[in-house]
C-alpha cells in the first residue's frame, strides 16, 4: 500500500536484536528507507553495529543523549549525507535502579532529573535538530508504555516519566503540525527487551498481559515496527499528536 523508498530515517535505541527500536528499523528499511543508526558507547557497539551494517545502514554512529556534541555531529553528519530527513525514532529511556525499584514517593530528586532528561527531555532536543531537516514534512515517533495512565505495579516513577513523554508528544504535534511534521508515541503492552528486564517481576507481568489482552498475545518488535513503517508514510500524513496502542487490546481491558 506504501513505500518509504526514497526517504530517509534515524533510528535511536537499538541495544540488541530484541530492541523496539530495532524492529521499527527493520520495518523501515523494509518498505525502502534509507537508514542512520546509532550505539550508545564503546561497549554497546559490538553488539549493534553488525545488525546496522545488516540493515545496510548508511550512517551509523554513537549517541549518548546527554552528550550535546555527539548530538550535533550525528545531525551534522545526517544534514551532509542526505540533506534532510523524513523519520525520527527515539526510543531510549532510562532511570537508576534505585530509584526505579523505590516507591516513586521515595525517588531522588537526582534520579528523577536524569530519568525526566534521558527518556522525554532527549526527543524534544532530537526533534529540535529534525525540524530544520524536514522542511517538507516528515514523522517523529517515541516509545511509552501504559503504566502512564494507570498504575501498573513495580513500574514505579517511570510511569510519570512516560506520562510526561506522552504530554511532550501532543504539544510538539501541536507545534509542528503546520510544518507537516507529526509526532507520535507508540505503545506497545509488555516486551521481553533488555531496557524492561530491568523492571521487578517482569515476567511475571508479561504473563498477566499475555492473559488479559483480548488476543491472549504480546505485541512483537516486528508489530510495534509495522505500525511505525506506516506513519512514517505519506498515507499516514494526516494523523498526529497520538498514543498507538499496539498491545493486543491489553489497555483496553479494566
Given at each position: 500500500?506504501?513505500?518509504?523508498?526514497?526517504?530517509?530515517?534515524?533510528?535511536?535505541?537499538?541495544a540488541?536484536?530484541?530492541?523496539?527500536?530495532?524492529?521499527?528499523?527493520?520495518?523501515?528499511?523494509?518498505?525502502?528507507?534509507?537508514?542512520?543508526?546509532?550505539?550508545?558507547?564503546?561497549?554497546?557497539?559490538?553488539?549493534?553495529?553488525?545488525?546496522?551494517e545488516?540493515?545496510?545502514?548508511?550512517?551509523?554512529?554513537?549517541l549518548?543523549?546527554?552528550?550535546?556534541?555527539?548530538?550535533?555531529?550525528?545531525?551534522?553528519?545526517?544534514?551532509?549525507?542526505?540533506?534532510?530527513?523524513?523519520?525520527?525514532?527515539?526510543?531510549?529511556?532510562?532511570?537508576?535502579?534505585?530509584?526505579?525499584?523505590?516507591?516513586?514517593?521515595?525517588?531522588?530528586?537526582?534520579?528523577?532529573?536524569?530519568?525526566?532528561d534521558?527518556?522525554?527531555?532527549?526527543?524534544?532536543?532530537?526533534?529540535?535538530?529534525?525540524?530544520?531537516?524536514?522542511?517538507?514534512?516528515?514523522?517523529?515517533?517515541?516509545?511509552?508504555?501504559?503504566?502512564?495512565?494507570?498504575?501498573?505495579?513495580?513500574?514505579?516513577?517511570?510511569?510519570?516519566?512516560?506520562?510526561?513523554?506522552?504530554?511532550?508528544?501532543?504539544?510538539a504535534?501541536?507545534?509542528?503540525?503546520?510544518?507537516?511534521?507529526?509526532?507520535?508515541?507508540?505503545?506497545?503492552?509488555?516486551?521481553?527487551?533488555?531496557?524492561?528486564?530491568?523492571?521487578?517481576?517482569?515476567?511475571?507481568?508479561?504473563?498477566?498481559?499475555?492473559?488479559?489482552?483480548?488476543?491472549?498475545?504480546?505485541?512483537?518488535?516486528?508489530?510495534?515496527?509495522?505500525?511505525?513503517?506506516?506513519?512514517?508514510?505519506?498515507?499516514?500524513?494526516?494523523?498526529?499528536?497520538?498514543?498507538?496502542?499496539?498491545?493486543g487490546?491489553?489497555?483496553?481491558?479494566?
Open positions: 500500500m506504501f513505500s518509504l523508498k526514497g526517504t530517509t530515517a534515524l533510528v535511536v535505541g537499538i540488541n536484536e530484541q530492541s523496539i527500536a530495532y524492529g521499527c528499523a527493520q520495518a523501515l528499511r523494509a518498505q525502502g528507507a534509507d537508514l542512520a543508526i546509532t550505539y550508545l558507547n564503546d561497549k554497546a557497539e559490538p553488539h549493534v553495529r553488525p545488525l546496522a545488516a540493515l545496510g545502514a548508511e550512517i551509523i554512529m554513537p549518548e543523549v546527554r552528550d550535546a556534541a555527539q548530538m550535533d555531529a550525528l545531525f551534522a553528519e545526517v544534514a551532509a549525507r542526505w540533506g534532510k530527513l523524513d523519520t525520527l525514532v527515539h526510543s531510549i529511556a532510562f532511570c537508576p535502579k534505585d530509584d526505579l525499584h523505590g516507591r516513586v514517593i521515595d525517588c531522588s530528586a537526582e534520579g528523577f532529573t536524569l530519568a525526566m534521558v527518556s522525554v527531555h532527549s526527543f524534544l532536543r532530537m526533534i529540535r535538530r529534525a525540524e530544520p531537516l524536514m522542511s517538507e514534512g516528515g514523522a517523529c515517533m517515541t516509545v511509552t508504555f501504559y503504566g502512564s495512565e494507570k498504575v501498573v505495579e513495580h513500574y514505579n516513577v517511570m510511569g510519570p516519566v512516560k506520562a510526561a513523554l506522552e504530554s511532550v508528544t501532543r504539544y504535534a501541536a507545534e509542528l503540525g503546520a510544518k507537516g511534521i507529526s509526532v507520535h508515541a507508540l505503545s506497545p503492552g509488555p516486551l521481553k527487551t533488555r531496557a524492561a528486564s530491568g523492571i521487578a517481576e517482569f515476567d511475571a507481568l508479561l504473563d498477566a498481559a499475555a492473559a488479559r489482552a483480548p488476543t491472549h498475545a504480546l505485541a512483537t518488535i516486528d508489530d510495534v515496527g509495522a505500525y511505525c513503517a506506516f506513519l512514517a508514510s505519506r498515507e499516514a500524513r494526516n494523523v498526529t499528536g497520538g498514543v498507538h496502542a499496539i498491545d487490546g491489553y489497555s483496553i481491558i479494566g
